[in-house]
């Protein structure tokens, strides 16, 4: 059953919440079969590969892998390094010295193609290797995927945060701009939905990658909220984009970085959210403005974590395992949303994840192209796990005025 030698395995990509906890279940769940003769992890990913930067995850105690589990960010730490065939070939050198038989690598879309890569050159190069993805990634953007780890702990965050926004801003009215991760999709930015209790709580207006963003349109939609309740809460995608599709921050900002796989890096300043309030101060006169952009803040928070993606995450790394070893085969672990609530895993070719991304749907954006819909509310909600905490508004009456009219 499977092949016999060593588990390598290694984290990609921007960290998460649960990212570990993925990192917990592979090991425990390799450690188990006969087979598997070590269990390494590379430090940074595919660098530490080609570096031969191992840990023998071997002698790590189980107690301690749990405490790991549930602490966030990459344990093994992470890269963007994306692999060409020439590094791949580093990378095999290294494997058949250590006796590498099965591969495991934690990530998105990029990580994905990563892996698939790999794949391929074992094949070529005629080196029995069983690579599997095992998906993570905070913007929810892995096609065929209902939903991935990383995601509901970050959009957990992200309603919290604009929970205490409200309060707040109701407190001293105002308008403000909560710029959040995303750069294709817009799941993230759609989560601050869920901060919504009473009637006049924001996000008021939510804009995603999806919808086509419009200046003008935009300065319309803020004055309409701030003359109708005297403040006005805003929830902005990094990635939202112009009528040809090129990012707000990129039109007006020449002055991009972009990562090893061409991806521009649009959290790296809080240019945008300064943009959008200058806009509002200097069209609409509206002298109480704020922006904030969330960047690495929504990725590993501490202590504000989903409980559903704890457990899914640590599920989808066991079953990366157990397809591997038990059925012989390669390829990217899914996730799947059966009926109201429950999930399943099962396995997709590389070819069908690698490279891709998945947007929002049109039946999670509301006609007006500033909100989102009760569906997609639906969908978001089991994610960001139990225990979600409330606020409360004062309902007492108020007193009759006795001195004015």
Request: glycine share 8%.
């Amino acid at each position: 059953m499977g092949l016999s030698g060593k588990v390598l395995i290694a984290q990609s990509g921007g960290p998460t919440a649960v990212i570990n906890q993925t990192l917990t279940g592979i090991v425990l769940e390799a450690r188990k079969y006969s087979q598997v003769k070590r269990v390494y992890g590379a430090l940074r990913g595919v660098e530490g590969i080609v570096n031969e930067d191992f840990l023998d995850l071997s002698q790590e105690t189980t107690h301690n892998l749990e405490r790991v589990a549930l602490t966030p960010s990459s344990a093994l730490m992470s890269t963007r390094v994306k692999p060409d065939s020439d590094y791949c070939r580093e990378i095999f050198k290294v494997l058949r010295a250590h006796d590498i038989r099965y591969f495991y690598y934690i990530g998105g879309n990029d990580s994905a193609d990563t892996a698939r890569i790999v794949n391929e050159e074992a094949s070529k190069a005629d080196y029995e290797l069983r690579v599997m993805h095992v998906p993570k990634t905070i913007d929810n953007d892995l096609v065929l995927n209902d939903h991935t780890p990383g995601f509901g702990s970050a959009a957990r965050f992200v309603a919290q945060a604009f929970m205490g926004i409200n309060l707040d801003v109701r407190s001293l009215n105002g308008v403000y701009i909560g710029v959040i991760m995303g750069r294709n999709s817009g799941f993230l930015t759609a989560s601050s939905v869920i901060a919504r209790k009473y009637h006049g709580d924001g996000p008021h207006l939510i804009y995603l990658p999806e919808v086509t963003f419009d200046m003008e349109n935009f300065l319309k939609d803020v004055k309409s909220i701030y003359d109708k309740f005297g403040y006005c809460i805003i929830a902005v995608s990094e990635g939202i984009k112009d009528l040809s599709g090129v990012p707000i921050a990129v039109t007006l900002n020449k002055h991009v970085e972009k990562d090893a796989h061409g991806n521009i890096n649009l959290s790296g300043s809080g240019f945008l959210g300064d943009l959008l309030a200058e806009q509002i101060k200097e069209k609409l006169k509206i002298p109480r403005v704020r922006s904030d952009t969330f960047g690495y803040l929504q990725r590993s928070f501490f202590g504000c974590v989903s409980d559903v993606d704890q457990q899914e995450a640590r599920e989808v790394g066991e079953r990366a395992v157990q397809m591997s070893i038990w059925n012989d085969v390669d390829g990217s672990v899914i996730i799947k949303r059966i009926g109201d609530y429950s999930v399943n895993y099962q396995l997709a070719d590389f070819a069908d994840i690698a490279a891709k991304t998945k947007y929002m749907p049109q039946e999670f954006i509301s006609p007006s192209g500033n909100d989102v819909t009760d569906l997609f509310k639906a969908y978001a909600r089991p994610l960001l796990g139990s225990g979600l905490p409330q606020p409360s508004w004062i309902k007492a009456p108020k007193v009759p005025k006795l001195l004015q009219p």
